[in-house]
């Protein structure tokens, strides 16, 4: 129906090996990409999201261990060697962090940093390399970029630090960006303008976006589709507006209701009882059954998979929601 | 000095050095001496013969243990005085400067060199390199450094060039745990993580990003190690291990001249031990102000 996808993760195996037994961070992670597409993985904290893209960039390190495919371009990542696993790195696939004033190095200036991009990829320079680097400066929207080449990091602030970052990462003109909670350490006006930035380079560049985020506003304003992670897995996947309108998990639906909404009048906000399973031992059968107000006897004895449902969305449970 | 040749040495300066020196032009005395009492110690290095008044060697038995200049019975050409064997104590010192210098920083440039090559490699690479190399320098704390010292002169023999090597194998364990420590930290810092996602090179990741940001902390470990070293030369020197006479050090001197100090000639250890003390100081100063130059978040 569409092109081919951008990027393919399919039964996508992270484990760390830990003296209790090996924490499964991942566990048959699947969903897709398509060309200058925005998705939002969202989850809470320790829910695999940060690890699976580390492993699509092949950055999980020892005794971290990882195994499924990874198709990216047509190309199979697992294959790839060190070398070209590392051209890709920075150049078609590139990755920005959390925190963006602990993300440069201190002890370089802004320039120097940028050039090292294109030390690490000569293909990509064209002409001087200082040029080349306010370049990168004014496509992220920071004034005045020739003189402030010559600024350390420290005197940056969160959100100009963050442009950095982004307009580094973009040097290569990547195909696929990987954010991850690229604002959660800026403060809310500062948000507005990061994401307003990628979104306009998603419109300028073409470039997809994966969001990684605990913030489903964020999602709700930025992508167009939404993967929902529960305890290392897929547990929903759906275009970002049937997801809102209806979301088919429970657990969507529990991040759904403990969200304050504008124009719903209630007196508190829902919360999720219970904590994440430990991925050490994790529950026979349905991961969130201990905490699901649905589940039944099935859900604690055999263990959902990820069905499609036909227009574009997926559900792992045993009894999905119907519309509301 | 007119301030508009003021402003443009500082400016030539910032050229050269690629660093505002702020700290030295705002006058900070205490670096100044030492920056000062240091360049006297490398000039007495250099041209140690032109500076000195007598061989360093020359004996003459009738004007031995000579006080300095200002006492009693002080001899005006021999300003402070002379050891058991009529040697000049100035001209000794002076001489002496250019060995302990070169022993020193010599010892102190190879051990920091392979201590923080081992340990970067140790605590970026982790596995069973990091465990070997480890292992191996608890297994040298354990030993006393001058048993240890004792046991290699014994085996490849005294000489100066021995005694730098053997400075050199005591001090790599102090920057190969400094810089593993560093490393261990540095490489889990989400820089090095966006580097690694901005397919940065291992190598160009160690020797761009962990070597410069561990740098500072190497440098003032350093100034602080050149203390111990010469301290280490002098032991070794007072059990014979050390530089052999006639070349002539300031540790030799202190372990040489212990005896007539107690039949109260002071002076023959005092001025070694000066030197040595006034050397160890300005280094340990001009380090430390160093660190804060070389560091850009201490700038404003």
Known sequence: MREPPLLEVEDLRVEFPTPKGSVR?????????????????????????SVTTLALMRLVRPPGRFSGRIVFKGRNLMALSEHEMRLLRGGEM???????????????????????????HPQLRTG???????AVLEQVRIPNPRAQLNAYPHQFSGGMAQRVMIGMGLAGRPSLLIADEPTTALDVSVQAQILDLLRAIREKLHTAVILITHDLAITAQLCDRIVVMYAGQVVEASPTRELFRAPRHPYTRGLLDSMPRLGHKRARLEQIPGQPPDLRALPVGCRF????????????????VLVSSGDGRYVRCHFPLEAR | MSAPIASSQAALVRELTGRRLSRFRSGDLLVLIAFLMLAAIVVCALIPATLAPHPPNQQEITMRLLPPTWMARGDSAHPLGTDQLGRDLLSRVIHGARISLIVGLSALIISGFIGVAIGLLAGYYRGW????????????????????AIAIIAVIGPSNLNVVLVLA?????????????????LREQEFIQAYRALGARDWRIVLQHILPNLLSAVIVVASLELAGIITLESSLSFLGLGI??????????????????????????????????????????????LRDVLDPRLKI
Do not use: H
């Open chain 1, 25 to 49: 961070a991942a566990d048959g992670v699947s969903f897709r990409v398509w060309p200058s597409e925005i998705v939002g993985l969202v989850g809470e904290s320790g829910c695999g999201k």
């Open chain 1, 94 to 120: 590139a990755m920005i962090f959390q925190n963006p004033m602990t993300a440069l190095d201190p002890v370089f200036t802004v320039g120097d940093q940028i050039a090292e991009v294109f030390q690490s």
């Open chain 1, 128 to 134: 001087d390399v200082r040029t080349a680097a306010a």
């Open chain 1, 289 to 304: 059954a201990p905490r699901c107000p649905r589940a039944e006897e099935r859900c604690r004895t055999e263990e959902p």
């Open chain 2, 129 to 148: 390199l990091d465990d070997w190399i480890m292992r191996l320098a608890d297994v040298q704390l354990a030993i006393p450094y001058v048993l240890l």
């Open chain 2, 169 to 185: 194998v005591n001090g790599w364990v102090v920057y190969a745990r400094l810089a593993r420590g560093q490393a261990l930290s």
């Open chain 2, 244 to 289: 052999q006479p006639p070349t002539v050090s300031w540790g030799y001197m202190l372990a040489d001249g212990r005896t007539y100090q107690l039949g109260g000639a002071w002076w023959v250890v005092t001025f070694p031990g000066l030197a040595i003390t006034a050397t160890i100081l300005s280094i340990n100063v001009l380090g430390d102000w």
